[in-house]
């Protein structure tokens, strides 16, 4: 059963960056598309924030596009979630999904923590 992981969080300063990475046991990302999500603390619902197809087609949520880039290298089997001028209010657990093309149904990771001070 293919699994994918995130990797990459943690705590930065409001205006800092952090890179997420990820990685998947098989070649999914060849197959299927990628997407990142976030669960903010108290929140029940997990928003969306980009996505790319296995051909490269992007989209992004209005809360982060211009400060968050999506990427993937499917040779290495990972996808990346550039993020830039943090904020606050970007605190959550971020997840990432193998999801769309072939994947009927979603793979989700367990989700790495990011942590934004001011």
């Known amino acids: 059963q293919v699994q994918v992981l995130e990797s990459g969080g943690g705590s930065v300063q409001a205006g800092g960056s952090l890179k997420l990475s990820c990685s998947s046991s098989?070649?999914?990302?060849?197959?299927?598309?990628l997407g990142w999500y976030r669960q903010a603390p108290g929140r029940k619902e997990r928003e969306w924030l980009s996505?790319?197809?296995?051909?490269?087609?992007?989209t992004y949520a209005r809360s982060v596009k211009g400060r968050f880039t999506i990427s993937q290298d499917i040779a290495k089997n990972t996808g990346y979630l550039q993020m830039n001028t943090l904020k606050t209010e970007d605190t959550a657990v971020y997840y990432c999904?193998?999801?769309?093309?072939?994947?009927?149904?979603?793979?989700w990771g367990q989700g790495t923590q990011v942590t934004v001070s001011s």
């Open positions: 996505s790319i197809t296995s051909d490269g087609t992007t």
């Open positions: 999904a193998a999801e769309g093309g072939s994947c009927i149904f979603p793979t």
């Open positions: 098989g070649y999914i990302f060849s197959k299927c598309g």
